[in-house]
């Protein structure tokens, strides 16, 4: 009997345990984490392990630099994890993994951990879609939230709004025609030269700006609940070169650019999934990625659900960005569905989610 075979045949007994419990890995790109996940819901342990030290020197993320980092520390956060959920590798159900999309060096690093894991314990392999992981933080922070709800996904490379259906069936409402909000918030927080990563540093310096001091275009875009920030992006660089070129003190200017530029994201990434939530008549609304963890976002957006009558849904803050224990919750309901993988997986770095 081959290794899928034995996972076909005991997938049933799997799925109606009482205790499920996932170890996942997650190298999407530069935070090499690992997580034991019960029942999908409860966090038994959650290690990261980040590269942002490595990076910063360049600016942003150096895809060889980044593998490199994964190869080096992935062992060493699958140990952590199972020593943090005191467990042993025997005690582990199942290994979830993210497969895509995301970095293809820092993919193949993970998945290949995975694989060789799931073959050498004789357990059943998952494959993960990343963006539906950042979905899932959501079912750990609020162990409460079922489906049907509308999702806003917005990191440093997607901006969707989804209707969640049900677990693991997603439709797509809208979803950026160009740049990521979270692209566009590091690269304005590069040309105020706040070091990277800037997003985060641009969130709390725009606290102590006006976020009218600068008028920025709202873009336009075909599709009703669809964004674009690329326009956006290019007019405040123009801005804040305009102001250099006159000599302007842009030091003394940046926390109002800051607040400015935060305001017109913002304002966007709140119209349209608003717009989208009111129109599906789906009162429960969740946030996930990177850029939820934005202190604007989570104010407006508790704001505007709080007014329309909408319950508001946001992971905590340690769950906002990549970590493997949003795969671990994303596994469990895909172990539950009989979606596994053979040994032939591999990463998949333009995945799409629908």
């Known amino acids: 009997m081959t290794y899928m075979e034995r996972c076909r045949e005991r997938l ?24 034991v996940i019960e029942n999908g819901r409860v966090i038994l342990s959650n290690a990261v392990f980040t590269q942002i030290p490595l990076h910063a020197v360049y600016g942003g993320v150096v895809p060889e630099i980044a593998s490199r980092a994964h190869v080096d520390a992935v062992d060493r956060m ?3 994890a ?19 999309p995301g970095l293809v060096g820092a993919l193949l690093t993970g998945v290949s951990c995975a694989k060789a894991l799931a073959f050498a314990l004789d357990k059943p392999l998952i494959p993960v879609n990343h963006i539906e992981g950042h979905i899932c933080a ?25 209707m969640v259906e049900d677990y693991g069936v997603y439709r797509l409402l809208g979803c950026t025609q160009d740049d990521a909000a979270g692209e566009a918030f590091d690269k304005a927080a590069r040309v105020l030269h706040l070091p990277y990563p800037g997003g985060p540093l641009l969130d709390k310096l725009s606290h102590e700006g006006n976020p009218n001091a600068l008028t920025l275009p709202r873009p336009r875009t075909p599709g009703k609940y669809d964004f674009s920030f690329s326009g956006l992006k290019t007019a405040f660089i123009n ?20 607040a400015s530029f935060q305001h017109a994201v913002v304002s966007s ?7 989208a939530a009111l129109a599906s ?10 850029v939820s963890a934005n202190s604007g976002l989570r104010a407006a957006f508790e704001q505007a659900c709080q007014k329309a009558g909408i319950t508001l849904y946001m992971p905590r803050l340690n769950l906002c960005g990549d970590n493997a224990a949003m795969i671990g919750s994303a596994a469990y309901y895909r172990l539950k569905r009989g979606e596994l993988a053979d040994l032939s997986l591999n990463a998949k770095p333009a995945l799409r989610l629908v």
Not at 14 to 34: F, G, Y
Not at 140 to 145: D, K, N, R
Not at 269 to 275: C, F, I, Q
């Open 281 to 290: 008549h789906v009162k429960r609304l969740a946030l996930a990625g990177g």
């Open 82 to 100: 199972l020593k943090e959920a005191s467990m042993t590798m025997n005690e582990i159900d199942a290994i979830g993994v993210t497969c895509g």
């Open 78 to 80: 699958v140990d952590w």
């Open 138 to 162: 959501n079912y750990l922070t609020s162990p409460e939230l079922e489906p049907p709800f509308i999702c806003l996904v917005a990191s440093g490379g997607h901006s969707h709004i989804l």
């Open 269 to 275: 990434l709140l119209e349209k999934t608003m717009d």
């Open 12 to 35: 049933p007994e799997l799925q109606q345990k009482e205790k499920v419990r996932i170890l996942a890995i997650e190298s999407s790109c530069d935070e090499t984490a690992a997580a």
């Open 239 to 258: 801005a804040v070169h305009n102001m250099e070129q006159k000599g302007i003190d842009i030091e003394a200017q940046k926390a109002d650019l800051a």
